[in-house]
């Protein structure tokens, strides 16, 4: 599975960004796909994750502000930014596991993508 990460970009606070993953292969639609970021300094941290089932899980941090789905025919998932943050500031990435659950590991997570720069300027 190659998973390609785009959308980011410049933003000011209280803008939107959404984030595409496009992945390759036939197996997506059996995947939990995630949403993880890092920015500088810092670990890298879960986001959100949304399972096979279209079941979603998010972070605390972005709960209400973020929304993660997946289009299965187009073998992509979204994350819809809305309310940014200059703490949102990092590099996102997505990835995706064969595991079907929360998704908020990202040590069981067997594929990623290059990540994509989100900035948020106050």
């Known amino acids: 599975v190659q998973l390609q990460a785009f959308g980011g970009g410049l933003v000011q606070a209280g803008g939107s960004l959404r984030l595409s993953c496009a992945a390759s292969?036939?197996?997506?639609?059996?995947?939990?796909m995630g949403w993880f970021r890092q920015a500088p300094g810092k670990e890298r941290e879960f986001v959100a994750a949304?399972?096979?089932?279209?079941?979603?899980y998010y972070a605390d941090s972005v709960k209400g502000r973020f929304t993660i789905s997946r289009d299965n025919a187009k073998n992509t998932v979204y994350l819809q930014m809305n309310s940014l943050k200059p703490e949102d500031t990092a590099v996102y990435y997505c990835?995706?596991?064969?595991?079907?659950?929360?998704?908020?590991?990202?040590?069981?997570?067997?594929?990623w993508g290059q990540g994509t720069q989100v900035t948020v300027s106050s």
């Open positions: 990835a995706a596991t064969r595991i079907n659950y929360s998704g908020d590991t990202d040590t069981d997570y067997e594929y």
């Open positions: 949304i399972r096979r089932s279209g079941g979603t």
């Open positions: 292969g036939r197996t997506f639609s059996s995947r939990t």
